[in-house]
């Protein structure tokens, strides 16, 4: 199946400061998502973006699907960000079921 | 609240004994997902629906798990004689029928937290 694979897997940072965090996958993509996961085991919703770019206030996210990779930009960072950020995809081969990656585990300090 | 709900939030049982859990999905999805998320690792796939068909099963499920959309709206996910392995975070999911061109939201349940003690 479609592998997915997330780096960096532990990030810590100051507030205010910016990062970014990559998701390579192994096949074509139908949909690919972007995941916060709070402490309480939530998953939020950042983005849908299976190509292109997009942008929802301090968050942006690009997808090169012909490179198969996805980047998640976080700026001017906040202790709330903090949590585990996921990067989820589905590919033809795998029908609808989303495979995601280990995740990125992200603490930000005040 | 429009999202999709999960309940009990948090059970505790002994080995050996059966649970269920319940996903109610967010109102006209007709899709409906259920994951299992263990300690330091991302979800994995168990079980969808379309409507109340179960069209595809992990090798996840073993046979002491079963899974039901009786009318095509809620679901529950039975395990039966569970065992310490059992223990993780059971996650609902639903989207909307997938669009023409392929695009399909997941949109997720705040999870069950199974302990098997």
């Known amino acids: 199946g479609i592998q997915v694979e997330q780096s960096p897997p532990d990030l810590i940072l100051q507030e205010g400061a910016n990062s970014t965090l990559r998701c390579n996958f192994s096949d074509s993509v139908n949909n690919l998502q972007w995941f916060h996961q709070n402490p309480w085991g939530q998953l939020i919703n950042l983005f849908y973006?299976?190509?292109g770019t997009k942008q929802n206030g301090r968050l942006s996210a690009t997808t090169v699907a012909t490179e198969r990779y996805s980047l998640l930009y976080i700026s001017s960072s906040q202790t709330t960000d903090s949590g585990v950020y996921f990067c989820a995809v589905d590919s033809e081969t795998s029908g609808s079921r989303l495979t995601f990656g280990e995740g990125t585990q992200l603490t930000v300090n005040p | 609240d429009t999202g999709v709900s999960q309940n009990p939030r948090h059970k505790i049982t002994k080995r050996g004994q059966n649970v269920t859990f319940r996903c109610d999905p967010i109102?006209?999805?007709?899709?409906l997902y259920w994951y299992r998320q263990t300690l330091g690792q991302g979800p994995e796939f168990l079980t969808y629906?379309?409507?109340?068909?179960?069209?595809?099963k992990s090798r996840l499920l073993s046979d002491r798990f079963s899974a039901e959309r009786p009318k095509g709206s809620f679901s529950t996910l039975e395990i039966q004689r569970t065992e310490q392995g059992d223990s993780a975070m059971y996650l609902c999911a639903s989207s909307p029928k997938r669009l023409a061109g392929g695009q399909e939201t997941q949109y997720f349940g705040p999870g069950t937290r199974l302990l098997v003690l």
């Open positions: 109102s006209e999805h007709n899709r």
């Open positions: 629906f379309q409507n109340e068909a179960q069209l595809e």
């Open positions: 973006i299976p190509s």
